[in-house]
């Protein structure tokens, strides 16, 4: 097929595909990634892996770079890119946590219809395409009409009533941010826009601090970029922050039911950061680690 002017030729993937290789990059369903995995790891080498088939293994590294890079050192061959929704909320508490611990999290993701691949945004176009012809609609790739409409639900529901997706910003974050005993309760809805998820977030810290503080930790976090200026109507959104690689963080304001609790809202482009992006910066951190030792 050609891709940017170039003609590249698709391969099957089998047993013997990784030899030579020093990474692979797995965009695949978890099925896949189990499958070959322990090829890759035989071929010697590493495997990062976009599924959600290791995240939780311990034996496995779970990497924001600008969070827990030197994580990667302790990879036996696989090392997993997080959640997209995980990426971007913990990019946007990190530079406050390492600082003053985060507690808890209550949390509400707004997650572009783009979370759910090629055939998520299509339903989206031709949803509105038919709500503008007065047409008919038929949902396939979600189980409601998302035009004009939210769904509360990303993922199948457990015995507690939390989706799966919920509780990857959990277990997920834990690991990231190096708090085993990190409790986060989260609400997780699809909502019609193309690109680009966004957080509110709830954060309590060990210590009370003011919202200054916390404003200029932001600021200077890797990854982050501080937009926030509501007087002159300034805070993250969908729009502003696609197609690029920062986690916009703002409308940071002091909680008004706990005093070390504070609010704000964070916009991060889910394709790239947290996705793409994130496992390309995994590769540039292992190659940058591996010359350094």
């Not at 189990?34 to 990062?48: C, E, H, Y």
């Not at 997780?188 to 309590?204: A, F, Q, T």
Request: proline fraction near 5%.
């Amino acid at each position: 097929m050609n891709f940017k002017d170039q003609e590249v030729v698709i391969e099957e993937a089998t047993p013997s595909s990784f030899e030579g290789m020093d990474i692979v990059l797995g965009a695949v369903e978890n099925d896949l990634s189990k499958k070959f995995a322990d090829d890759i790891v035989k071929a010697k080498a590493v495997f990062i892996d976009n599924s959600s088939a290791f995240r939780l293994d311990p034996n496995v590294p779970l990497v924001v770079p600008e969070i827990n890079g030197e994580d990667i050192l302790k990879h036996q061959g696989i090392i997993a890119n997080p959640n997209c929704s995980t990426i971007i909320g913990c990019v946007a508490v990190h530079g406050i946590h390492e600082v003053n611990p985060i507690e808890s999290m209550v949390v509400s993701t707004y997650q572009a219809v783009s979370g759910a691949g090629i055939g998520g945004m299509n339903e989206y176009f031709d949803q509105m395409k038919a709500l503008v012809s007065n047409e008919p609609l038929y949902p396939q790739v979600f189980p409601y009409q998302i035009a004009s409409n939210l769904i509360p639900q990303i993922g199948s529901f457990d015995e507690n009533g939390y989706t799966s997706e919920e509780m990857k910003m959990q277990n997920e974050g834990r690991r990231i941010l190096h708090t085993p005993d990190l409790n986060v309760t989260c609400t997780c809805v699809r909502v019609p826009v193309v690109r680009s998820h966004s957080l509110s977030m709830n954060i309590l810290l060990k210590d009370e601090m003011s919202v200054e503080e916390i404003k200029k930790l932001v600021e200077k976090a890797k990854g982050c970029k501080l937009v926030d200026d509501p007087q002159n109507l300034q805070y993250p959104m969908p729009l502003d922050t696609s197609d690029q690689d920062l986690v916009y963080v703002g409308r940071i304001r002091k909680d008004l039911c706990q005093k070390k609790a504070v609010n704000l809202w964070c916009c991060g482009d889910q394709i790239r950061k947290g996705a793409a992006i994130n496992a390309i910066q995994i590769a540039e951190k292992w190659i940058e680690l591996n010359e350094r030792n």
